[in-house]
């Protein structure tokens, strides 16, 4: 018994003499460094945009397309800040095809999705129904493009444009067939589409109003490709114009089919045919200085500069030309971006007063300032002819 206390003794003794020797080592070592914070991911902070980027007009929503591509990539390039935290803004394209019914099935995906906010869409027929999605969900949506009068009038906090709407573009053309283009018997034809049906009534009020006389009214659809039968009815009423409200991919067939029936009428429309694949559509069909339109917005003076610029960058990046709203969709991007960085906050609820409160924002496309409606006051028209197979400018107009 004897024995084994002093073993037990001598084992707690050695184990006191390693604990101990293990401290002094420990003591003897220099810390380690503790390990820096790994740092914080930056939010993500997702913009939509959609456009119709299949179909007859899809030259013109990847134009739209890109300008939100640019205008993402040159924000987060520069690094964005919003309330004290850096942020990387992601775009969600969605593709709407021009078709009303897919427009609101991508409205919806976006709305699920969560985005902070969408530019889009392109046309007046997609953008109405969407907006009802877009304002239940309390998302702001900025237009580039969609011109009818309708799509602000609703009586949604959520909707704005930054181009003028038929009623200008409409009426300004109405005026400039009677007035500038000694116009006596005009022929008025349109798609069937919000947008063309929009413009081509607004057209028909303002040539009646100068004076002039509309002789016929005639309809298509945005898919079509033959217009024989109602050129022909056309012909006989002897038109020194004809107006067409809808999208270049029509007007430039609609135009052969104008030539080999041999009426020489000049042939007006909005900014739907108030671009460059119309004239390459066109081809010969299209003589100098006989196609005029008016695209829903322009710069002069000294922003001129500025918008070369844009359109150099754009053809570098792109390998294409503008066609027309790729600019408009750039401004949008960023003015909606700027509201959130000024409110602190890309929580719609928070940043859309800021947005509708929007005062002489300086973009590539003039100064942005909304109106009650979210409408831009004071857009500007951009006249344009054809001649030499270019888009020449006549004048920009407010």
Do not use: W
Request: net charge positive; aromatic share 6%; hydrophobic share 45%.
């Amino acid at each position: 018994m004897q024995f084994k206390v002093k073993s037990t003794l001598t084992v707690l003794a050695a184990a006191t003499l390693l604990v101990a020797c293990g401290k002094k080592e420990e003591a003897a070592a220099p810390a380690a460094p503790a390990a820096a914070p790994a740092p914080a991911a930056a939010a993500v902070v997702k913009i939509g945009h959609v456009g119709p980027t299949s179909g007859a007009i899809a030259h013109l929503g990847k134009d739209n397309e890109n300008g939100a591509r640019m205008a993402i990539e040159e924000l987060n390039a520069a690094g964005v800040v919003i309330d004290g935290k850096k942020v990387t803004l992601e775009l969600m394209a969605e593709d709407d095809a021009a078709d009303p019914k897919q427009g609101t099935a991508v409205a919806q995906k976006l709305a699920d999705a969560k985005v902070v906010g969408v530019v889009g869409h392109l046309n007046s027929g997609t953008t109405i129904p969407a907006s009802k999605i877009y304002s239940d969900a309390g998302i702001p949506q900025i237009s580039p493009s969609a011109t009818n009068p309708k799509y602000t009038r609703q009586g949604f906090k959520t909707t704005f444009r930054v181009v003028a709407d038929d009623t200008q573009l409409g009426g300004t053309l109405g005026k400039y067939a009677v007035g500038t283009l000694k116009g006596k018997a005009i022929a008025v034809i349109d798609d069937r589409t919000a947008y063309g049906q929009g413009v081509a009534e607004e057209f028909a009020k303002a040539v009646e109003g100068a004076g002039g006389k509309v002789v016929a009214k005639e309809f298509t659809t945005d898919k079509a490709t033959d217009f024989n039968s109602i050129l022909t009815t056309i012909k006989g009423k002897k038109p020194d114009v004809v107006f067409f409200g809808g999208m270049d991919a029509v007007a430039g067939p609609m135009l052969k089919q104008m030539k080999s029936l041999g009426i020489k009428a000049k042939f007006m429309g909005g900014d739907g045919i108030c671009t460059t694949e119309l004239v390459k559509l066109g081809g010969d069909a299209i003589a100098d200085d006989q196609v005029f339109c008016a695209e829903a917005g322009g710069v002069e003076g000294e922003a001129k500069a500025g918008m070369d610029e844009f359109k150099a960058k754009f053809k570098s990046k792109f390998n294409a030309d503008v066609q027309v709203y790729a600019p408009y969709v750039y401004d949008s991007v960023k003015v909606m971006v700027a509201a959130m960085v000024k409110a602190g906050s890309s929580d719609p609820a928070k940043y859309l007063p800021v947005l509708a409160a929007t005062t002489d924002y300086k973009g590539v496309t003039g100064p942005i300032t909304f109106d009650e409606k979210g409408d831009i006051k004071n857009g500007a028209l951009t006249l344009k002819t054809v001649r030499g197979g270019q888009l020449i400018t006549l004048a920009v107009i407010r």
